[in-house]
C-alpha cells in the first residue's frame, strides 16, 4: 500500500473556500481512482468526489454538486478538491482516497473500491 498525505484544510467561516491536496508520500504508483470521503462527528464516512485517472471523469455527492471541483495532476499522482461556498454541513475529517486494484464491481463512490488512504484533514466551518 502507499500512504497519502492530505494538505489543505483549516476553519473557514460560511462562504468561504478551501483548497484540498492529496500526493503519495514516496513514491509514485499507478492508481485507477482517486476520491475524497469526509466524516463528521458521530457520523459514518461518506463519498464527496471522485476522479477516474485515465480519462478524468469526475463524481459528485449531490449536496456538492456545484460548489466542490476535484480535479488531478497525473504527473504529480496529486488529487485536489476545490470547495467553494462551504457550508457548516461541510464540517468534517476529510480523506484522501487512491484505487490502486479495480474490478467489474468497484465503482467510484464506493469505499470499498479503494485500498489506500490518507491520514485526513480536519475542515471547520463555522456559521
Known amino acids: 500500500q502507499v500512504q497519502l498525505v492530505e494538505s489543505g484544510g483549516g476553519l473557514v467561516q460560511a462562504g468561504g473556500s478551501l483548497r484540498l491536496s492529496c500526493a503519495p508520500s514516496g513514491r509514485s504508483f499507478t492508481v485507477y481512482a482517486m476520491g475524497w470521503f469526509r466524516q463528521a462527528p458521530g457520523k459514518e464516512r461518506e463519498f464527496v468526489a471522485a476522479i477516474g485517472w485515465s480519462g478524468g471523469r469526475t463524481y459528485y455527492e449531490d449536496s456538492v454538486t456545484g460548489r466542490f471541483t476535484i480535479s488531478r495532476d497525473t504527473a504529480k499522482n496529486t488529487v485536489y478538491l476545490e470547495m467553494n461556498s462551504l457550508k457548516a454541513a461541510d464540517t468534517g475529517v476529510y480523506y484522501c482516497?487512491?484505487?490502486?486494484?479495480?474490478?467489474?464491481?468497484?465503482?467510484?463512490?464506493?469505499?470499498?473500491?479503494?485500498?489506500?488512504w490518507g491520514q485526513g484533514t480536519q475542515v471547520t466551518v463555522s456559521s
Open positions: 482516497a487512491g484505487a490502486t486494484a479495480w474490478s467489474p464491481s468497484s465503482t467510484p463512490m464506493s469505499r470499498n473500491s479503494y485500498n489506500n
